[in-house]
T-cell receptor, first 117, second 114 residues
Framework: AQTVTQSQPEMSVQEAETVTLSCTYD???????LFWYKQPPSRQMILVIR??????QNATENRFSVNFQKAAKSFSLKISDSQLGDAAMYFC??????????????FGKGTLLTVNP | DTEVTQTPKHLVMGMTNKKSLKCEQH?????MYWYKQKAKKPPELMFV???????INESVPSRFSPECPNSSLLNLHLHALQPEDSALYLC?????????????FGQGTRLTVV
């Protein structure tokens, strides 16, 4: 079974600075997807960024980028120029690319990010 | 339209009540999901529907009964719940497989069982 580990229960960052959230995962599959979701107090889970395992290039979405190290099974999220609206719980998630478990999202326990003005 | 709409947003029910949660999407997704989320915890998968057929039931108690009337709608029928069932219930949808299989989530229904 796949597992996702987020080792930082809480992180804080000053507004306009950069922060990196860590995520490691364990899998024996070669075809899979990795995601970062953000859940603000409004409670809706919002997709931040997606990475396909077969792509070597790290995904980037505006101020959000990932460092995907496939051999190390590491998938960290970097938030640049942090804004107050970035404050939220961030979940790293894994999804198999094939088979019956294709539907399942395996989540890490989450990292609560605080942005200080 | 990248929205998943859930109703109601809040629900308080007694242990003898019957209620339903509703979820709707118009993105053409053929996989729909129910998740349960307790405070400060990640979502836990309950059910998955694929092409309107139940494909995954994560050993959820029978007091939770899912229904998928068509490809856009997903319901969760609730009956004889317990206080420990109080939680945020999230609906999500996605494409079945391939690129773009990220799940889109609704805002959730905050359920309180009294």
């Amino acid at each position: 079974a796949q597992t996702v580990t987020q080792s930082q229960p809480e992180m804080s960052v000053q507004e306009a600075e950069t922060v990196t959230l860590s995520c490691t995962y364990d899998t024996s599959e070669s075809d899979y997807y990795l995601f970062w979701y953000k859940q603000p107090p409004s409670r809706q889970m919002i997709l931040v960024i997606r990475q396909e395992a077969y792509k070597q290039q790290n995904a980037t979405e505006n101020r959000f980028s990932v460092n995907f190290q496939k051999a190390a099974k590491s998938f960290s999220l970097k938030i640049s120029d942090s804004q107050l609206g970035d404050a939220a719980m961030y979940f790293c998630a894994y999804r198999s690319g094939s088979g019956g478990s294709n539907y399942k999202l395996t989540f890490g326990k989450g990292t609560l990010l605080t942005v200080n003005p | 339209d990248t929205e998943v709409t859930q109703t109601p947003k809040h629900l308080v029910m007694g242990m003898t009540n019957k209620k339903s949660l509703k979820c709707e999407q118009h993105m053409g997704h053929r996989a729909m999901y129910w998740y349960k989320q307790k405070a400060k915890k990640p979502p836990e998968l309950m059910f998955v529907y694929s092409y309107e057929k139940l494909s995954i039931n994560e050993s959820v108690p029978s007091r939770f009964s899912p229904e998928c009337p068509n490809s856009s709608l997903l319901n969760l029928h609730l009956h004889a719940l317990q206080p420990e069932d109080s939680a945020l219930y999230l609906c999500a949808s996605s494409h079945y497989r391939g690129s773009g299989t990220e799940a889109f989530f609704g805002q959730g229904t905050r359920l309180t069982v009294v």
